[in-house]
């Protein structure tokens, strides 16, 4: 039988490598401290962009980046419990450390939901829906200040698209153009220019957004000389930024990826973009009424004009 987690004492929680998969954690960690809030918890992140998405969050004392097992062990020599919420990072580290293990998740149920159960059962806790939210720290000024050369008018309608994948933004074009086809997440993004087009001509006042990290800049500079008025923040965001850019615009389009998760951390209406990958297993978290998820057995089937029809639909429901 597991031990409780202490009332008080210092918790150490490994984390991942992958923007997404970090922020399936925050419900686990805030539930912790809810339920220990006199207890020390630092978090560690195997790189430094991944771990943006734990900046500012309440919930954590410290977060550290390390991607050596030496380091990591070490580190949690000085905790009274360490906790494993990513199965896949304790593999990376070979560490030796003994620690409470989330282990490998089922494909049944959402991957947020799997991590605040196993959390609540080294609490001994119960769930409410008020535990069933990601976290991320932003401020409105920040994606105040990423609009703000756009010259955007006060009637316009913004749509963000982000076309990448954490592949490309490891691996830039070499893997966008040689191999891209091994990633059965991605829709084409000549499917996503001819998306942006359609949304332009069914509506002048929209103006598309697009996102992704510098590795993506290829992506950028063609869907930009293809669709006129777009607003090009590729490089240019960290996970706050996307945070408090995804409360301005009014809808999101994507298929899954870290910023995807992103956008399902706020209100926003999103069209999710699924091929074989489950959405029960790796859709928004959790899920809203604006949520608009389109799902086929490969991403090739899925057609521009149903994510017309799903874009414009959410925007005239959900005006924001």
Same mark, same amino acid.
């Given at each position: 039988m597991t031990t409780p987690i202490p009332a008080a004492g210092k918790i150490l929680i490994l984390a991942s490598s992958s923007t997404g998969n970090n922020i399936f *954690?925050?419900?686990?960690? /805030?539930?912790i401290k809810k339920h220990r809030p006199n207890a020390r918890i630092d978090v560690v992140a195997l790189n430094k962009l991944c771990a943006e998405v734990f900046t500012g969050n309440p919930s954590i004392n410290e977060v550290f980046v390390i991607d050596?097992? @030496?380091?990591?062990?070490? $580190?949690?020599?000085?905790?009274? /419990?360490?906790? *494993? =919420?990513?199965?896949?990072? +304790?593999?990376?580290?070979?560490? +030796?450390?003994?620690?409470?293990?989330?282990?490998? =998740?089922?494909?049944?149920?959402? @991957?947020?939901?799997? &991590?605040l159960h196993f959390?609540?059962?080294?609490?001994? *806790? %119960?769930?409410?829906? %008020?535990? /069933?939210?990601?976290? #991320?720290?932003?401020?409105? %000024?920040?994606?105040? !200040? =990423?609009? !703000? +050369?756009?010259?955007?008018?006060?009637? !316009?309608? =913004? #749509? *963000? #698209?982000h076309l990448g994948t954490g592949t490309t933004k490891l691996h830039g074009w070499k893997f966008f153009y040689a191999k891209r086809a091994d990633d059965k997440r991605l829709w084409p993004v000549?499917?996503?220019?001819? $998306?942006?087009?359609?949304?332009?001509?069914?509506n002048p006042k929209i103006r598309i957004i697009i996102t992704g990290t510098r590795n993506e800049t290829f992506l950028a500079k063609q869907f930009e000389r293809e669709v006129p008025g777009t607003i090009n923040l590729v490089g240019k965001t960290s996970v706050a930024d996307l945070h408090? &850019?995804? /409360?301005?615009?009014n809808l999101f389009i994507a298929h899954d990826c870290?910023?995807?998760?992103?956008?399902?951390?706020?209100?926003?209406?999103?069209?999710?973009?699924?091929?074989?990958?489950?959405?029960?297993?790796?859709?928004?978290?959790?899920r809203r009424p604006q949520h608009r998820l389109i799902k086929k057995a490969t991403m090739a089937e899925i057609t521009v004009p149903e994510v017309v029809e799903a874009a414009f639909e959410l925007i005239a429901k959900y005006p924001r």
């Amino acid at each position: 039988m597991t031990t409780p987690i202490p009332a008080a004492g210092k918790i150490l929680i490994l984390a991942s490598s992958s923007t997404g998969n970090n922020i399936f *954690c925050t419900p686990a960690i /805030r539930l912790i401290k809810k339920h220990r809030p006199n207890a020390r918890i630092d978090v560690v992140a195997l790189n430094k962009l991944c771990a943006e998405v734990f900046t500012g969050n309440p919930s954590i004392n410290e977060v550290f980046v390390i991607d050596s097992r @030496r380091a990591f062990d070490k $580190l949690a020599k000085n905790y009274d /419990r360490v906790l *494993c =919420l990513n199965a896949n990072a +304790q593999r990376k580290l070979k560490t +030796q450390t003994a620690m409470d293990n989330a282990g490998h =998740l089922s494909a049944d149920s959402d @991957r947020a939901e799997q &991590l605040l159960h196993f959390a609540a059962g080294l609490l001994q *806790c %119960e769930i409410t829906d %008020e535990d /069933r939210a990601y976290f #991320i720290h932003s401020t409105p %000024e920040q994606g105040a !200040a =990423l609009l !703000a +050369q756009a010259d955007v008018a006060p009637d !316009a309608v =913004l #749509i *963000c #698209i982000h076309l990448g994948t954490g592949t490309t933004k490891l691996h830039g074009w070499k893997f966008f153009y040689a191999k891209r086809a091994d990633d059965k997440r991605l829709w084409p993004v000549d499917e996503y220019i001819k $998306l942006g087009r359609a949304l332009v001509a069914g509506n002048p006042k929209i103006r598309i957004i697009i996102t992704g990290t510098r590795n993506e800049t290829f992506l950028a500079k063609q869907f930009e000389r293809e669709v006129p008025g777009t607003i090009n923040l590729v490089g240019k965001t960290s996970v706050a930024d996307l945070h408090s &850019l995804m /409360r301005r615009v009014n809808l999101f389009i994507a298929h899954d990826c870290g910023v995807f998760h992103i956008a399902a951390a706020t209100e926003v209406p999103i069209v999710g973009l699924y091929g074989p990958t489950d959405p029960v297993f790796a859709g928004p978290y959790p899920r809203r009424p604006q949520h608009r998820l389109i799902k086929k057995a490969t991403m090739a089937e899925i057609t521009v004009p149903e994510v017309v029809e799903a874009a414009f639909e959410l925007i005239a429901k959900y005006p924001r």
